[in-house]
């Protein structure tokens, strides 16, 4: 029933001319509950072929519960907020592979999610891809393993949207990522496949107690990760009750906390401290927690072998970063950010609240291959760094140049007044007093007048942002760091006074990751763009030789209101023209809260500002204000409206209906210019949807 369409009037053979009397497709999601011993295999079948879940009670109470968790999952759904990834090849940055990431996440009413990641391929021909709704041929598409009913792999099925014609996409539900086994069909179910299935699919041979789990204390003098005094596990007493959080004597609740973070299954009594000494190899349901904003780094160490070694990484929001296999889906080792351990004991109870993210983030690499042969050896070096996002005010670097055996290299945190952690000690660094919350993922690149690679990246979120309205002034987040990527120190910060035309003018925190140009093409970068909370767009120069000669200025403020009526939170896209035969540097930027999707009086844009400082020098021009007759107004979905790039225009607008916000970066490709918008259909041009089991709020791409 679940891929059946079960509206009266249906058509349902070949030849059938009954009116459907319900738009769309009516699919019924089956949940199974057997009771006191009915647990028959076809029971579990119906379940699973029915994109539901299976449970089994033993008693009149148990059965009780497993109705609210059906309940429960019923009203949640399942959702990919996290873009799908296609890494780029680390060893070729120009090329990239035809292997898919996608991130799954479960809301729930708990604190804890669940979720897992899945790979898939792209399809390219119309044998593999099919057709669209309109019977035209698809040569672009997502691939499982399996052929599936329509008689190609295309995993995704496309649905009319209620009565406004739009057309929806979703995952087949009887899709089968790869990695999985053909017998486990995980369709769009983010607690079933991939890389979540593989950590139960090993038997013996990795279980919660064998479980390659390390952590890194700042008094922890030891960087080897894989050392006994950083290893995540009851033996470590290095990890105390103190901070666990737990009282001074609670042997068993430590215990409880180190098996639950490793994936022990707390229904068991060798696992939930009960016996805290004893041997915990049950897994948990499900062992793994959601993927959320985490996007995927790929690393190849050995593209001579078939298939190439190569490992992913990326964070789950139990605070933990995945090594994996990328040919396997397996796990090779995991590490969890000390700033997780005192959240540990909330995460296990899983009370009803606000999501914990304890670890959002998305890494970033940096490969060194000397002789760029495809092979990490020798003096090669492979180094990791990664933020927190929600999860805290660091960011952490690792060197994974040998994936079995990574070791700590430094982090960098905002608490303490500033501290740079290297080794056992935690040394007072005052600059990074200015960090919050790390959203900025960093961009590693190198930069002159530094002999070692940078990570560069904004200072990250103040949670005063939150707010709505924001009515109080930020105070951490208002900064671009440049850091060395091999020691933590910091290269350059800038802030409120690296800003010539504008002195003071950094004073909204900037969570957006930065746009970083090679003005010359030399591997270095020359050019820093980023924006900030309060609708602000910022240039920095770093070509300079002496990083104390580095300097920036404020381009444009497209905020017009105090406080903020816009927040800029994805990096702007550059683009070099030449127009009328002047070289130009085209800034792409949109802005929106995607904190608040909902928010009903937004009033948000998508701006092009022109930047005329198309050498190594910053000029002193004054920045463009949003009321300027400089910068060309039009209505969003104006077709016809123009705007000349002359010798005094500063570029232009769209303004966006009232719901209607920004969610990602800006794309140009062959001169068109794509954004990611969310908000209510009616504003987006379409027929207001009135259903309750619609969202009225849709995703499109302008």
């Known amino acids: 029933m679940r891929n059946a369409d079960m509206s009266p009037g249906a058509r349902i053979f070949s030849g059938d001319t009954t009116s459907d009397q319900l738009t ?187 479980r390659r789990v390390y952590t890194k204390l700042s008094t922890v003098a030891t960087n080897d990760l894989t050392a006994a005094a950083n290893q995540l596990t009851r033996g470590n007493a290095a990890i105390t009750t103190t901070l666990l959080g737990l009282g001074a004597s609670d042997t068993a609740g430590r215990a409880r906390l180190i098996n639950f973070i490793r994936g022990g299954d707390m229904a068991v009594s060798n696992c939930n401290g009960a016996l805290p000494s004893a041997t915990c190899n049950n897994w948990a349901p499900w062992a793994h927690a959601d993927v959320l904003h985490s996007k995927v780094a790929q690393v190849y160490y050995n593209v001579g072998t078939t298939p190439p070694v190569q490992t992913l990484f990326y964070l789950t929001n139990d605070g933990l970063l995945h090594a994996v296999d990328a040919n396997t889906g397996r796990e090779q080792w995991a590490f969890l950010v000390e700033e997780a351990l005192p959240q540990l004991q909330a995460m296990q109870i899983n009370g009803s609240g606000q999501q914990i993210q304890a670890a959002d983030g998305s890494p970033a690499v940096y490969v060194r291959d000397d002789n760029r042969d495809g092979i990490i050896n020798g003096s090669d070096q492979v180094i990791l760094v990664f933020n927190l996002r929600r999860g805290g005010r660091s960011v952490y670097a690792l060197d994974v140049t040998a994936p079995s055996a990574p070791r700590f290299l430094w982090k960098i945190t905002g608490d303490g007044g500033g501290q740079l952690c290297t080794g056992g000690t935690c040394a007072s660094q005052p600059l990074y007093a200015e960090l919050g919350q790390t959203w900025s993922a960093p961009v590693v690149t190198r930069a002159n007048g530094h002999s070692n690679p940078v990570a560069i990246f904004g200072a990250g979120y103040d949670p005063n942002q939150d707010n709505e309205p924001v009515t109080a002034s930020d105070t951490m987040g208002r900064a671009v760091f440049v850091v060395d990527l091999l020691t933590g120190a910091p290269v350059r910060r800038f802030d409120g006074a690296s800003v010539l035309n504008s002195a003071g003018a950094m004073t909204n925190s900037i969570p957006s990751t930065p746009a970083v140009f090679d003005l010359n093409g030399d591997g270095k970068a020359d050019i820093i763009y980023v924006g900030d909370t309060g609708g602000r767009l910022f240039r920095f120069q770093i070509s300079d030789l002496d990083p104390g000669n580095w300097s920036g200025k404020l381009l444009a403020r497209l905020s017009n209101t105090t406080p903020a009526n816009r927040k800029i939170l994805f990096p702007p896209t550059v683009v070099p023209y030449i127009t009328g035969g002047e070289r130009i540097f085209a800034v792409f930027v949109g802005t929106g809260d995607r904190e608040h999707p909902f928010k009903l009086n937004s009033a948000d844009v998508i701006a092009m500002i022109v930047d005329r400082d198309v050498s190594n020098t910053l000029s002193s021009s004054p920045p463009v204000d949003f009321d300027s007759a400089a910068l060309t107004k039009f209505a969003w979905d104006d077709q016809t409206a123009q705007a000349s790039v002359t010798s005094s225009s500063a570029g232009w607008v769209r303004l966006l209906p009232p719901t209607v916000k920004v969610t990602e970066s800006p794309n140009v490709q062959t001169d068109l210019l794509r954004v990611p918008v969310y908000g209510r259909a009616s504003d987006l041009g379409f027929a207001a949807i009135a259903s309750t089991c619609t969202p009225s709020f849709l995703s499109r791409l302008v």
């Open 24 to 210: 769309g497709f009516q699919g019924v999601i089956t949940y199974v509950v057997g009771f006191r011993g009915a647990n028959s295999p076809v029971l579990q079948q119906a379940a699973q072929r029915g994109d539901g879940l299976y449970y089994e009670a033993a008693d009149a109470s148990d059965l009780r519960n497993k109705l609210q968790q059906a309940i429960t999952n019923i009203t949640s759904f399942s959702g990919t907020l996290a873009s799908a990834t296609v890494p780029l090849a680390s060893y070729n940055r120009s090329e990239s592979g035809l292997d898919v990431y996608m991130s799954f996440f479960e809301p729930s009413a708990n604190r804890m999610w669940r979720g897992t990641l899945k790979r898939y391929r792209l399809g390219l021909t119309t044998e593999e891809c099919g057709t669209n709704l309109d019977g035209t041929p698809n040569t672009f598409c997502l691939m499982g393993q399996t052929t599936l009913p329509s008689g190609n792999r295309n995993i995704i099925a496309q649905e009319l949207l209620g009565s406004t014609g739009l057309v929806t996409e979703v995952i087949n539900s009887l899709a089968v990522s790869f990695w999985n086994p053909l017998t486990e069909i995980d369709g769009r179910d983010p607690a079933r496949g991939g890389t979540g299935f593989q950590l139960r699919s090993l038997g013996a041979s990795y279980t919660p107690e064998n």
